[in-house]
T-cell receptor, first 111, second 111 residues
Framework: AQSVTQLDSQVPVFEEAPVELRCNYSSSVSVYLFWYVQYPNQGLQLLLKYLSGSTLVKGINGFEAEFNKSQTSFHLRKPSVHISDTAEYFCAVRGGTALIFGKGTTLSVSS | NAGVTQTPKFRVLKTGQSMTLLCAQDMNHEYMYWYRQDPGMGLRLIHYSVGEGTTAKGEVPDGYNVSRLKKQNFLLGLESAAPSQTSVYFC??????????FGPGTRLTVL
């Protein structure tokens, strides 16, 4: 069965610093990977997705992720974060007809 | 275009009471899902549907039932609520099982 591990439960950073949120997945023949963001008291919003093609995927709000098949990783990065990026971030992999989510990483951006 | 809507937004139940959560989508999506979100657990799939009249169990189906009588609606029922069902419930829909669109959530407390 597919699974996802988010390696950090909390990531505190200062405004304008770079950030990387780490995600590893269990290996499979074909992998569809996603990053979602959840702002406080809201539902989840898709940041970006990897279905096939280029291993560097660009998403909304300046985020990008790199699919690394040999490392079975799909880490999320942003070169300069803003206070408004404070949220919980979920990595997910498609397993059958549904998505399997990691336990989430809380990104806290302070000034 | 409202996307995915959920009713109610908040609810407090006593142990043993029943209730139904309603999810509606106006995107003509075939796939619909119910998740629960608990602190430190990420999102866990309760039940899902791949089309009108079909339902299937997810990771944590015990204590819940679902129905998909109309393509645009997906109902989640709790027949006899327990304190362990205190959670935030999210509905999502998808065209083909990849990108999922989430509702704003229902916060349920069972006393």
């Amino acid at each position: 069965a597919q699974s996802v591990t988010q390696l950090d439960s909390q990531v505190p950073v200062f405004e304008e610093a770079p950030v990387e949120l780490r995600c590893n997945y269990s290996s499979s023949v074909s992998v569809y990977l996603f990053w979602y963001v959840q702002y406080p008291n809201q539902g989840l919003q898709l940041l970006l997705k990897y279905l096939s093609g280029s291993t560097l995927v660009k998403g909304i709000n300046g985020f990008e992720a790199e699919f690394n098949k040999s490392q079975t990783s799909f880490h999320l990065r942003k070169p300069s974060v803003h206070i408004s990026d404070t949220a919980e971030y979920f990595c997910a992999v498609r397993g059958g007809t549904a998505l399997i989510f990691g336990k989430g990483t809380t990104l806290s951006v302070s000034s | 275009n409202a996307g995915v809507t959920q009713t109610p937004k908040f609810r407090v139940l006593k142990t043993g009471q029943s209730m139904t959560l309603l999810c509606a989508q106006d995107m003509n999506h075939e796939y619909m899902y119910w998740y629960r979100q608990d602190p430190g657990m990420g999102l866990r799939l309760i039940h899902y549907s791949v089309g009108e009249g079909t339902t299937a169990k997810g990771e944590v189906p015990d204590g819940y039932n679902v129905s998909r009588l109309k393509k645009q609606n997906f109902l989640l029922g709790l027949e006899s609520a327990a304190p362990s069902q205190t959670s935030v419930y999210f509905c999502a829909s998808s065209y083909e099982g990849n990108e999922q669109f989430f509702g704003p959530g229902t916060r349920l407390t069972v006393l």
